[in-house]
């Protein structure tokens, strides 16, 4: 099973410059890493996908090393409605079978003004 | 606004019941996507269902069940309800089956309280 693995929590303030780094060590070749992000009770939103080197649009960038073992979320500058989970994903196969999506319990960032 | 909506947005049942939630996926999407999501934790795949077919299952019981109709919107119906069943269950669309074939767009969810 192809798990990630992420902080818990990251503390922030406005303005900065947040890094998020995940890590998959079983990433298969096949597959991307996304990101996305979820605020309370409402259903997680796509920020981000990636398959090695460096991503970038509107809202953030990917980076990705050659071994693709690791991936580092950079979110530019962030403001007080940036405080949400963010969760790294890669695909996964269950027995075969189309891969679905594996949510680990993602990284929740707090920015403070 | 993702143009994924999913009914109903609360509900509660009792242990035992039976419970239908319902998912109409955004337009020109063809893959549904189940998930729970437990407080606190992130979202656990349940199933997908891709053209009408059941098309990949996490680690969740029979008793979890799903359709998927040819307008594309999809059914998750649950049997026999236990408390550890009370989530988020969340529904997403997507345009192909394949995990990489970009992002998911999720619904808001249904909020299922089981007493």
Redesign the interface.
Known sequence: LAKTTQPISMDSYEGQEVNITCSHNNIATNDYITWYQQFPSQGPRFIIQGYKTKVTNEVASLFIPADRKSSTLSLPRVSLSDTAVYYCLVGDDYGGSQGNLIFGKGTKLSVKP | E?G?TQSPTHLIKTRGQQVTLRCSSQSGHNTV?W?QQAL??????IF?Y?REEE????NFPPRFSGLQFPNYSSELNVNALELDDSA?Y?C?SSLG????T????????S?LTVL
């Open positions: 993702t994924v996507s998930y606190g934790q992130g979202p656990q795949f997908q891709y098309n990949g299952r996490g988020l969340l997403a089956a394949s995990r990489n970009g992002e998911l767009f999720f619904g808001e969810g909020r």
